[in-house]
């Protein structure tokens, strides 16, 4: 191998490993809209052969529903209909309906090869490999369920076989859209002060989504209000979210609070929205 030869294949290798690429590609040659194509087509390509490596022999049944988009707005409807006026549910729903993609072994390949990012494809790469039970690509990869990006939300084949009576992939990801996509891209009326579907404060974002899969169980579940903060109640006993990103004893303080309201969803948004400020508070004469 020649000198850039090399200089590749170690680019290629610390990208498999790693998910991170060179912004620039300077390893290949030619001006920057070439040297971008060359290492798009040389990390994809070695991304797809490293997963039909790992996952040789093992293949996903089909998935057990016809129809995710139908799936996908039972499962997210209480939540759009807790969280936004009337007026906006339809357009939100919408949205969220035709927004999950379950990765399988039908369509991973080509989702790694067409995805914009080089970063987002490593992870999708990761959540497939992780669904089939084998090693992932680097010892610091995350081991996902889903993964959310603009208005999509990949979900894992395990979406169907978890028995965690609290976890909700497809809601936990579709919560996250509210703070992806702005109100305009939907075509709803956006302003300075309202730009996201949801205001949600940066740091409360996984709260906000962890909180929003518990309930939504604790709602599908719990038949009457006795049952929905009894429920609730056993969320908290047990810690559930192995995520450093979040405080579990926040969310399961969040969950019992929202079982106890008429309109928990409200309880949640307004648990995880940024602090108002004093010009607000001074405006409206209240913090809410």
């Not at 293949?59 to 997210?76: G, I, M, N, Q, Y």
């Not at 989702?111 to 490593?122: E, N, P, R, T, V």
């Not at 603009?150 to 859209?177: K, L, M, N, Q």
Request: charge should be neutral.
């Amino acid at each position: 191998m020649t000198k850039i030869q090399l200089i590749i294949a170690d680019e290629i290798e610390r990208y498999i490993v790693s998910g991170k690429s060179d912004p620039l590609c300077s390893a290949w040659s030619g001006n920057f809209m070439e040297r971008t194509h060359r290492a798009r087509d040389d990390l994809r390509c070695a991304l797809v052969d490293s997963v039909r490596r790992l996952t040789k022999g093992l293949k996903h049944e089909p998935l057990p529903v016809d129809d995710s988009a139908s799936l996908t707005r039972t499962k997210v409807e209480p939540m759009v209909r807790g969280l936004f006026p009337r007026s906006e549910h339809d357009v939100v729903l919408a949205t969220l309906e035709k927004s999950v993609v379950f990765l399988t072994s039908a369509n991973i390949e080509p989702l790694l090869l067409k995805h914009s990012f080089d970063s987002s494809a490593w992870t999708l790469a990761n959540l497939y490999l992780a669904s089939l039970g084998v090693k992932l690509l680097g010892k610091d990869a995350p081991r996902l369920a889903g993964f959310s990006e603009g208005t999509t939300c990949y979900v894992s084949r395990e979406y169907f076989t978890e028995d965690d009576p609290f976890a909700d992939f497809i809601v936990h990801e579709a919560s996250h859209i509210f703070h992806n996509c702005k109100r305009a891209t939907v075509g709803l009326h956006q302003t300075r002060r309202k730009e996201w579907l949801l205001d949600i404060e940066y740091r409360k974002r996984e709260t906000f989504a962890y909180s929003c899969e518990a309930y939504s169980r604790v709602l599908e579940c719990g038949k009457c209000p006795a049952e929905r903060q009894a429920l609730a109640s056993d969320f908290s006993c047990a810690v559930r979210i192995q995520d450093e990103r979040v405080d579990a004893v926040e969310v399961a303080s969040i969950v019992q609070e929202a079982a106890a309201a008429r309109n928990g969803w409200k309880i949640i948004l307004a648990r995880c929205s940024p602090p108002r400020t004093k010009s607000a508070v001074a405006k409206t004469g209240c913090v809410q």
